[in-house]
């Protein structure tokens, strides 16, 4: 399997296929900040306006999961495995009224993924 | 002393043109308490339409209500500070069932600041005035404060009175109508405060429609039919909401979180004092609202040379942390707001684990027994490490605090500042020149020195670099809700002489 620095569970690619039978292309973004911060969030293609200052982490589920860049210095030193879990976000990413919510686990970047990734 | 749980009602409706109505395709959303994890009651699932109406009840009233004279609005905003204050213990407990967070807070902090910001703005309009120069002999110009039109805002779960209470007044002041949608998990204090002054202000004036996000948050922050959107949340909706008004060209307000650092220097233990147990105190304030506020002093700094004697304090007194039920007024940290709040936070104490970061207390779900053994409950926890840590970088909202140590000024600036954000700060000194210069070199918007976590209506409050911009509180957050009509006036008889 090709290395990636983003992962999901299969209980959360049951969701994102869900919400791509209803809405289409979707992406993932990582948020940062108070409240709902640190979560990810789902939306459709086209919704958020992405350029040069969102990393693009990888593709999970056919959806690209993108990180701004500033946040990115910060968090290069992980890999993120996106899950799903009960509970009530207040953003608008679009698993919510499913009463779910994007989660991420973390771990650290192996020592040969840290040089493939950060070189 | 212990209160119970409220009673509810089966189910609740949106907030439009001054009655309760049910939303227009007759769906619900369950809304439960993270005290217990039981049901408290049905909320509406609003779309777009429900939004809509209440959009269009509030450009119906915005013209009559704009015209109001301050006297008037502020009599107004004074009757619903008596309401509130009339009910308090009744919207207390409805805070903490709600959010989960412990009653002594919600009756000494939630809602007594609450009344007070109503209060302030009440005042603010009667003493305030606009402007007129004399520009030359014949020339005046004078400027007029008009409101903006209708605004809507969108408010968090940590605080929902108080952050209602942040937002309503002021626009109302200014002489805006407001569609307000508070945080799905929290509906229940807006829903009640309508109840209770459902006759006070002109029907369109006021307006409450609850729901989720994207299906109800998105609309309102799109509509062409609003004149500004004020925000509060995190920066991904931060920006979104920021697009969809950029669309109709119209202001926002936001307040975007933090990562805020809490530095204390080596003089706070010169002496064992009165001072020196305030400072302990604002070390553990991390736990207060179980961390769930945008400004919890999450990063912790410690002078090396005090470090070990602060930290055994600083432990000792979050030790001592009573986790109850969170009705009781002996409970000090209640529950998280949310089940997926409570795992976000767990997930974070774990890559903090992972990433080397040491627990020195703490770290670990807290389980209560009996009826709330199904609550959201997280122990305080204190994780001693670098700023590099991904702990150190996001805002956990959780009661955690991550601590490290520094050597000199230099260093507690640049660790300091070594963050995406920039909405509070804590310094905490008996040194007269570090009382001045150390908050001018901390870029946050707010730097608490020799205290924490207050705020009062009559102080700016908002952030720098990613944590937003805009403020909220005091006189200058009218001007966010209003335009300025400049009338430029001649007295001159005589032409230009152009034409």
Redesign the interface.
Known sequence: MKPSRVAITEKAIKIVQKLQEQYGDLIF???????????P?I?EKG???LDDSDVLLGNIAGVNYYM?Q??YE??KH?HLTIDI??????????E??L?L?F??????LTDEEMTLFNK | MSYTKPKFKEKYGNFINGKFVAPVDGKYFDNTSPVDNTLIAQYPRSQKADVDLAIEAANAAKESWGNTSATERAQLLNKVADIIEANLEEFAVVETCDNGKPIRETLNADIPLSIDHWRYFAGVIRAEEGSATELDANTLSMNIKEPLGVVGQIIPWNFPLLMLSWKLPPALAAGNCVVLKPAEQTPSSATLLMEKIADVFPPGVVNVVHGFGPEAGKPLASSPGVNKVAFTGETTTGQLIMQYASKNLNPVTMELGGKSPNIFFNSVMDEDDAFLDKAIEGAVLFAFNQGEVCTCPSRLLVQEDIYDAFVERIIERTKAIVQTNPYDTSCMVGAQASNDQYEKILSYIAIGKEEGAKVLTGGAACTLDGEFANGFYIQPTILEGHNKMRVFQEEIFGPVVCLTKFKDEAEALEIANDTLYGLGAGVWTRDAHQLYQIPRAIKAGRVWVNCYHAYPAHAPFGGYKKSGFGRENHLMMMNYYRQTKNMLISYDKNKLGFF
Do not use: A, K, V
Not at chain 1, 29 to 39: A, F, I, K, L
Not at chain 1, 85 to 94: D, I, K
Not at chain 1, 103 to 108: G, N, T
């Open positions: 973004h990582q948020s940062g900040g108070c409240c709902d911060g640190s979560s969030m939306f919704d958020m306006y701004n500033d946040q910060y968090w992980t879990t009960e509970g009530r976000g207040s953003s608008f990413s679009l919510i009224p009463g919510r989660i991420i686990h973390s771990r650290l």
